[in-house]
Structures are given as C-alpha cells and as structure tokens.
C-alpha cells in the first residue's frame, strides 16, 4: 500500500517514529492551510485506528506486566528465592543485576512516558490530522476508513492483541508457579521409553489399578484444560479452507497442501486414539507417586489453566478471518493502489510531504523525550552501557 499519511498516528500512540505513508494530492508543493472540515474527518480516522490496533491497551498491558511480574520475578532469581532454583553464582548474579537495574529503569521510562502521551494526546493527534489534511482530500480518508473497517483488518489488530497476551496476561504467582514446576522438571531423570509396551526386561514394576486410575485422571485432566482438540481442529480449520485457498502459491503445490492436511488430520485423531489409551499406563509406570502428584498438580494449577485459555484465545484470534475477509481485502488494496497510481506526485511534492512528517516526528520525539526525567533517563543510558559491557544481546 503506497499511502503514506496514516503510519504517524500510531507513532504518536507509542512515541515510535514510523515511516510514513502519503496520500496522493494535487497541490502544488506551497504552504497550504489544512481545510477544518478535511481535519476533522482525518482526526476520526486516527481515533478510530488507535481504538481498533489496541496500542493504548497493549502499552498499558506491557508496563504493567514488567512492574508487577518480570521486575519481581527476576528480582527473586537474582536474590535466589525461587522456588526450587539455586541461588546463581556471584559473577551471574552481578551480571543479572544489571539487567535488573536496566528493566527497572525502563520501566521508570514507560510511566513517565505514559503520563506525557496522556497529557499530549489531543495535541499529537490534532497535529497529526492536521498534516494529513493539508496533502489528503476527503475521499482518499473515507478510502481509508472503509479499509480500516474491514473484517480482515479489525480480525488481525484483534489477533495481534490476543497474541500479546501470551506475555502480558501472567501474574507474579503464575510465574512462581511457572519457573518452580521447571525447576522441578529439570531435576527428574525420566525415560519414558523404558515403559512403552514391546520393551520386555525393561525392570519396571507393573503398576496398581489405582494408580492406573491416577494416571487416566492426570491424562484427561491434561487433554481437557490444554484444549488441544480445539486448537488442533480450527489450526486445521484454517489451514484447509483459508490459507489453502488464498496464499498465492502454484496449483500443484495448493492440491498438495490439501493433501497434507487431510493427512494430518488423520493422523492426529489416530494417534490421539492410541496415546488416549497407552499413556495412563506409561505414565504410571514411568513416574512415582510423587512425580504423578507433582505433574498433576501443574496441569490443574491456575497458571496452567490460565497459559492454555491464552493460547486458545490467541489461535482462535489468529484463525478467525475467513476466505471472504481476505478476498474482500486484497480487492480493497488493489483498488487503493489503483487509485495512487492514477493520482502519482512529483519528486518534489513527495520530498516536501517526507520532510514535513519528519519535522513533525522529531518535534514530538523530542517532547516527548524531554518528559522523561534527567535522572531517568541518563540511569537508563548508563544501565544499558552496562549491558552492553557485560556482553548481553539486550
């Protein structure tokens, strides 16, 4: 899509410098005043594009998660009062110190900078629409607006949001319960072959119908809050009736797509069958009493339950657009494109549009920048020259 005049309001939502896109224009390269009523309808579609991509949402979502969920759970694998984690050696402790002071101080950043957008909110976005008037004509923004409205579009910024949410919709308690189980998991020695069936001389005791019994609850439990059915059959769902359909890719390779997803289904739901019925008795020959409660117990733990709704919850967000929503979409941008090649600009115009959406970028990054405070900012600078010195990818 070759229009450049909607990217900077989501740079205004995030104070991230995104390269714009222009609207095609007839004006002669010479100041202009933006038409009030041309603001307005642009002032709408910036409104309604913050409201449909989540931003303020997902910032909010991400400031929170690293003040109340990484920040402390970090802090407690520095101290070593994780559960069931050794405490690190002195050199990676100093080391994950640092990172530690760096997150700290980015999350100082964000609050601070989440008060500047509050304050600036109507003043960025009024300077933003008012750009967009002066180059946009009142169709070419109704254009976008209908873009913005399509089921495809709002399905994917939904999608995205729901995808976020595999890093922000923990608690501090959900990463205990996290980091203690694999703590725990890694300290076992299990070879679940030893006790597939065709293995004779493997010494394994046959296990008690009761613990049998154990071991057919943990499976089940298992199988029904990972809903991996569920996710099974819509990833299927999609693959099959959507993306086979629409990805361009030659007709030989789509009827061999076909084929391998048939194929997969089938082979999903024979073997399920089978681990349905082996895994109580692998299970409960492989693990001890103890081993089965403690595996047991994560499946039906809050956080378990909680990390499988997300993933559900984010497939289903990320299968939801159908055939129709993508045909419809690509028709629209292919109209879209049609519409700015028949309305192309002059070097010159374009140069003049990129350097004003510059100069109104570096005016609000440096706003916004110098809302952040001198001490938080150079702690920031500082922690990360660290980082870096200390040889971290950050």
């Known amino acids: 899509m070759r229009l450049r005049s909607m990217g900077p309001a989501l740079f205004m939502a995030f104070a991230v410098a995104f390269v714009p896109v222009s609207l095609a224009q007839d004006t ?11 603001k307005q309808a642009a002032r709408s579609l910036i409104e309604d594009l913050l409201q449909a991509s989540h931003v303020a949402e997902i910032f909010s979502e991400l400031r929170r998660t690293l003040r109340e969920v ?27 110190a640092k990172l530690l002071t760096f997150m700290d101080y980015l999350r100082k950043a964000g609050d601070e900078l989440d008060v500047a957008l509050s304050e600036n909110r109507d003043a960025m976005i009024s300077d933003v629409a008012e750009q967009i008037a002066k180059t946009a004509k009142p169709v070419e923004i109704k254009d976008v607006q209908g873009l913005l409205k399509l089921p495809a579009v709002r399905k994917s910024l939904d999608a995205f949001h729901a995808i976020s949410k595999l890093v922000t919709g923990f608690t501090y308690e959900d990463s205990r319960t ?41 499976v089940n439990d298992l199988f029904a809050i990972s809903h991996s059915d569920e996710i099974v059959a819509d990833l299927n769902r999609f693959v099959r ?83 129709d929503d993508i045909v419809e979409a690509q028709k629209s941008l292919e109209e879209l494109e049609r519409k700015a090649k028949l309305r192309e600009r ?19 990054e440096n706003i916004l920048k110098n809302r952040i405070s001198p001490e938080t900012r150079s702690g920031l600078e500082r922690s990360l020259e660290d980082l870096q010195d200390e040889g971290s990818p950050i």
């Open 178 to 218: 996290f980091s203690g189980f694999s703590a725990w998991a890694g300290r076992q020695d299990l070879d679940v072959q030893q006790a597939l069936p065709g293995r004779p001389g493997s010494g394994l005791d046959v296990p008690s119908k009761h613990k049998i019994a154990k071991a057919q609850a943990f």
């Open 346 to 364: 002059s070097a010159a115009e374009q140069d003049k549009t990129k350097a004003e959406w510059d100069a109104l970028i570096e005016k609000w």
């Open 70 to 96: 990484y920040i402390p759970a970090f802090r407690d694998l520095v101290q070593g009062a994780t559960p069931g984690v050794p405490a690190p050696d002195a050199k990676t402790a100093a080391a994950m």
């Open 241 to 323: 009736d959507v993306y086979t359909e629409t990805a361009p890719m030659a007709e030989a390779d789509r009827e061999e797509l076909r084929e391998q997803t048939e194929q997969f289904e089938f082979l999903y739901n024979m073997q399920k069958a089978v681990v349905l019925a082996a895994a109580p008795s692998v299970v409960a020959a492989t693990l001890s009493d103890e081993q089965l409660a403690v595996l047991h117990g994560f499946v039906r733990s809050p956080a378990f339950a909680k990390l499988s709704d997300l993933i559900l919850n984010a497939v289903k967000s990320a299968t939801a657009l159908t055939k």
């Open 28 to 38: 002669p390269p010479a100041a202009v005043q933006a038409d009030p009523e041309v």
